[in-house]
């Protein structure tokens, strides 16, 4: 994954602030909680996936924030 791949999956700009990263990161995760799926197997196992690819990204994008913003 790359700085660029990660902000696209969290919709968010490579120029947005950390705060504006971990907001979209926060409201992505409780859309995509996979609780709120329980009567439907299809959309939880999806919710879960998405959950796993959200979480690497914010990680990501976290691991990587200063040195990204300081090549700019």
Known sequence: MTYTEA????E?????TL???????S?????????KYE???KAAEY?????KKLTA???YV?????TENDAA
Do not use: H
């Not at 902000?7 to 969290?10: D, E, R, T, V």
């Not at 968010?12 to 947005?16: C, E, G, H, N, P």
């Open 62 to 66: 976290q691991k990587n924030y200063e």
């Open 12 to 16: 968010v700009s490579t120029s947005a």
């Open 39 to 41: 009567s439907d197997p």
């Open 57 to 59: 990204a914010w990680e």
């Open 19 to 25: 705060d504006e990263i971990q907001e979209s990161y």
């Open 27 to 35: 409201l992505k995760m409780g859309f995509y909680s996979p609780e």
């Open 7 to 10: 902000c696209a999956l969290l």
């Open 47 to 51: 919710a879960e996936r998405m959950t």
